[in-house]
T-cell receptor, first 114, second 113 residues
């Protein structure tokens, strides 16, 4: 079963624009929602994460918006830069699934044109 | 502090061969995991471990074995390689306590002919 659905699969944005990637999940028991960033030839690295007790978290140009009732969360990249070009994964975890188990979305390939 | 180190970086196998993917971490993390990454499917959990001597299956464990004899090492064994196991494999570790971030290695790209 697909517990996390991520969209779009790919995204092309001009430099300075806003990139938006969305994720939807099914299990309301999840209580940890991270976003990972992956550059070619490298492993994913944690970018930003949110807990369900807040609706938004901002770190620099990166913001997570969280809608608990809709079971959706999204990543917004403001003032997108060519260096942001990477693959982004949402994930869900917690909710009793301890031991570091995360369920990942399908990934979004972001290309920022200069 | 090297973090999570995976070897080899690339490997080509023939169907039916066996091999071990190595993973080592120097952060003294108790939790370690193996994922495979396939286009359009994200990262899927193969096996994980919560400490030396303790392992459990993830989402896609068939065809893979793991063991955890030390805190530092978590090797992944392919028993009889199949073309469906062609993938990029990532090892990750994390600290205990709450939702700590996963630290990933740079992966092993494996092709099965």
């Amino acid at each position: 079963q697909q517990q996390v659905k991520q969209s779009p699969q790919s995204l092309i944005v001009q430099k300075g624009g806003i990139s938006i990637i969305n994720c939807a999940y099914e299990n309301t028991a999840f209580d940890y929602f991270p976003w990972y960033q992956q550059f070619p030839g490298k492993g994913p690295a944690l970018l930003i994460a949110i807990r369900p007790d807040v609706s938004e978290k901002k770190e620099g140009r990166f913001t997570i918006s969280f809608n608990k009732s809709a079971k959706q969360f999204s990543l917004h990249i403001m003032d997108s830069q060519p260096g942001d070009s990477a693959t982004y994964f949402c994930a869900v975890g917690g909710g009793g699934t301890s031991y570091g188990k995360l369920t990942f979305g399908q990934g979004t390939i972001l290309t920022v044109h200069p | 502090n090297a973090g999570v180190t995976q070897t080899p970086k690339f490997q080509v196998l023939k169907t039916g061969q066996s091999m071990t993917l190595q993973c080592a971490q120097d952060m003294n993390h108790e939790y370690m995991s193996w994922y495979r990454q396939d286009p359009g499917m994200g990262l899927r959990l193969i096996h994980y471990s919560v400490g030396a001597g303790i392992t459990d299956q993830g989402e896609v464990p068939n065809g893979y074995n793991v063991s955890r004899s030390t805190t530092e090492d978590f090797p992944l064994r392919l028993l009889s390689a199949a073309p469906s196991q062609t993938s990029v494999y990532f090892c990750a570790s994390r600290d205990t306590g709450g939702n700590q971030p996963q630290h990933f290695g740079d992966g092993t790209r494996l092709s099965i002919l």
